[in-house]
């Protein structure tokens, strides 16, 4: 059933990244183990095989493998600096809602806000650690060009935030306005945040 080692890997990399997808359309709720099985072409028997641990397990792995892959592009994007960084950021989220529609959102913000049984709380967890990563991602990096750092955790954490929030304005008014107007605003924040003890 599970096919040969690499086939194996690529077809539960599938089902994650499938899950993934439709939880960022549809939230954790909505979706189910069926669903996403059908959804990636997958047998739903092969879907349990991978994921014994049943909804809760994918739907956990699917929120840490889309914010590990947001995580990856911070990462590399900052190493060209803070603004650079949050800059990348603002431009995924912006290409992801623009070019779904605005019918595909953030799977780490669908997971953090609904309501899951205390038994079901793994995806929640593993949206908190991806927001947490983020934020430190941004801390570190202005802490490296200058800033004070509980400066930068707050600002960090303000672009996380209003990031997280603007993607489900968009989605709400079908506009990427709400993302366009946060990026004119961030960006000066930013630039202080890494300049203040240099003045």
Known sequence: MAGTPGEAADSRGKLVAGAADMIRRRG??????????KYARAPLGSTYHYFPGGKTQLATEAVTFAGDLAATLLARELDQGPIEGMRAFLRMWRKIVVDTDFRAGCPVLAVA???????????????????????????????AHGAERAEAERTATLIVAAVEGSVAMCRAQQSAEPLDRIATQLEPLVRSTITRDRT
Do not use: I, K
């Open 28 to 37: 954790l709720n909505a979706t189910s183990v069926r669903e996403l099985a």
């Open 113 to 143: 806000v609904e309501d899951l049984p205390e038994a079901e709380g793994a995806p929640r967890e593993a949206a908190a650690a991806a927001f947490s990563h983020w934020t430190e991602l941004l801390t570190e990096s202005m802490c």
